[in-house]
């Protein structure tokens, strides 16, 4: 029995969804109908972080990477330009080694909704093309290098194709 002095604790449970719209200011609701807009033009599939958050423990970011067939960017763009409202940053890539995931990715739940989302092979392989970009700024390769050791500690198979250092590195854990 606890103690007379002590207060009662309260637990607060909220879904990933709930925290990334708060975080975001809405971009909860933003990402599903970027996603509607995206399913509309054909095919596409989330890349980046938020596909990394769906293979290992989540860490929250504001940032959705999305590829599309090439030839429905222009009209996916135009049609979202006025929807932005939250603070969901919506990157659709145009570089075309990203366009062969699309034939490899599955639906996978993002925020509560079902999404393509590129395989986990592929999330590495476009993780270990931003880590490996000079041009990119430092800050942002140092998270690409996080989300590599975060799957490549949860799927070593990866390690493979990863770079020498980034092996080193996960060896010496």
Not at 40 to 58: K, M, R
Not at 102 to 112: C, F, I, K, W
Request: charged letters at 25%.
């Amino acid at each position: 029995m606890a103690p007379p002095d002590r207060k009662p604790c309260y637990v607060w449970v909220v879904t990933a969804q709930e925290v990334y719209e708060l975080t975001t200011r809405g971009g909860a609701t933003e990402f599903s109908r970027v996603l509607e807009v995206c399913q509309a033009f054909g095919p596409y599939c989330l890349i980046g972080g938020l596909a990394v958050n769906c293979y290992v423990e989540p860490v929250y970011t504001l940032d959705a990477d999305i590829v599309l067939v090439a030839s429905g960017i222009e009209a996916v763009s135009e049609a979202l330009r006025a929807e932005g409202r939250s603070e969901l940053r919506v990157q659709l890539t145009t570089d075309p080694r990203y366009q062969v995931f699309l034939d490899r990715a599955e639906t996978r739940q993002v925020l509560g909704v079902p999404v393509r989302v590129a395989c986990l092979e592929d999330v590495a392989q476009g993780k270990l093309w931003a880590y490996g970009a000079p041009e990119r700024r430092l800050s942002k390769r140092k998270k690409d290098e996080l989300d590599l050791i975060r799957l490549g500690e949860a799927y070593p198979q990866l390690l493979r194709i990863y770079p020498d250092d980034l092996r080193r590195q996960l060896d010496s854990t």
